[in-house]
């Protein structure tokens, strides 16, 4: 009887001991939008054009701890675009390139997280641009986690992820202006969020 006792005992610390050492579920956390942004590059002849897009949302499931067990859906309204000229902005929502009127948003779901080495990852997921999914893998940065320094009893958390899409597989322009030497194929795309989280 003794020994059966023992033997209960000693199952149900394991399990207590599995249980509190297990990795916490990802919980949702805000994007601040105040101090998150979408930045691009092209290639003009030999200029760089920058831009921004200034109206985007997304879902994002972290573990502060576990970096590579979280997941995020991003939606960006195409009409948001901003290269602080109007007509070249207008141009580019035009059917020639993004054809905003059609394809409002571009989208991003992940689909997974690894981790490469230090706070270095890779998210994996499907980016949606006029109505072409295609997977592609994006390197970023974790940052860190730590008390909010401007609201107490808040945590905020840092990223930034930089990568590059060529357009024309998301049929963004047809490739004449690409052919011409006036506008490059690749874009590339700086994503910098911060995020927060109530204690």
Known sequence: MKKTISIILAVFLCVFAWSN??????????????????????????????????????????????????????????DSINTNITKRDNHLRSDDFFGAKNFPVMTFKSTGVRLI?????????????????KK????????????????????????EADFTINRLDYKIGTGQFADMGVIGKNVRIIVTLEVLHDK
Do not use: C
Request: hydrophobic fraction near 35%.
């Open 136 to 159: 592609i893998d994006v390197p970023f940065t974790y940052y860190g986690m730590k008390e909010n320094p401007l609201k107490k009893g808040q945590m905020v958390a840092g990223f």
């Open 117 to 133: 080495k230090g706070n270095q990852y890779i998210i994996e997921g499907d980016l949606t641009i006029k109505g072409i999914t």
């Open 21 to 78: 050492s297990a990795p916490a579920a990802p919980e949702k956390w805000e994007i601040d939008k105040g101090h998150s942004s979408i930045y691009f590059d092209v290639r003009h002849t030999y200029a760089t054009v920058r831009g921004l897009f200034n109206d985007f949302s997304g879902t994002l499931m972290l573990d502060p701890d576990n970096p590579d067990a979280g997941s995020i859906e991003f939606d960006v309204n195409v």
